[in-house]
């Protein structure tokens, strides 16, 4: 069946690095991509999306490309903020499916 | 304009018991889907439901139900309550193939 595999956490950074949070895929056919982020205590909110390859999404500084050839989704951003401390969660949807598939977060804390 | 709203933010249910959970989506959205997050987990997909029917059903025992309302908001059930039932219970709201808005979630704990 269709899964989504995230790097472990946490991932912990000084401010203003360059972050690269890892997402893979298994999926069938051609599905969507999406990152979703959730600060603590909340849901969550969608980052940025991508519905078909070499497309890429990209949202407040984040970035990421739709590879199908490595079957990837790998979240960067350039110069990370203390804010950008949450977790995030890489996910898909299948054409033939209602349902979003979630990875199981990363952790991210970026110090001052 | 009013996102998805869940209610209540949290809660505390003896084993056993049985709990209702509240969504009322995104003004303008129709679908409403339900996702169980267990700590430090990513959201599981327990069921969809669209013009007052569950339209899919992810991998849950038939102790959780669900129902949707004429005016598109929803509730969750769950009936005999585990131990392991505890979670963050999150709300989605959509247009059909749209794009989800969550909710802020309910905290269910099981003691």
């Known amino acids: 069946g269709n899964s989504v595999t995230q790097m472990e956490g946490p991932v912990t950074l000084s401010e203003e690095a360059f972050l690269t949070i890892n997402c893979t895929y298994t999926a069938t056919g051609y599905p969507s991509l999406f990152w979703y982020v959730q600060y603590p205590g909340e849901g969550l909110q969608l980052l940025l999306k991508a519905t078909k390859a070499d497309d890429k999404g990209s949202n407040k500084g984040f970035e990421a490309t739709y590879r199908k050839e490595t079957t990837s989704f790998h979240l960067e951003k350039g110069s990370v903020q203390v804010s950008d401390s949450a977790v995030y969660f890489c996910a898909l949807s299948d054409q033939s499916s209602y349902k979003l598939i979630f990875g199981s977060g990363t952790r991210l804390l970026v110090r001052p | 304009d009013a996102g998805v709203t869940q209610s209540p933010t949290h809660l505390i249910k003896t084993r056993g018991q049985q709990v209702t959970l509240r969504c009322s989506p995104k003004?303008?959205?129709?679908?409403v889907s339900w996702y169980q997050q267990a700590l430090g987990q990513g959201p599981q997909f327990i069921f969809q439901y669209y013009e007052e029917e569950e339209r899919q059903r992810g991998n849950f025992p038939d102790r959780f139900s669900g129902h949707q309302f004429p005016n598109y908001s929803s509730e969750l059930n769950v009936n005999a309550l585990l131990l392991g039932d505890s979670a963050l219970y999150l709300c989605a709201s959509s247009l059909f193939r749209g794009g989800y808005t969550f909710g802020s979630g309910t905290r269910l704990t099981v003691v």
């Open positions: 003004s303008g959205h129709d679908t």
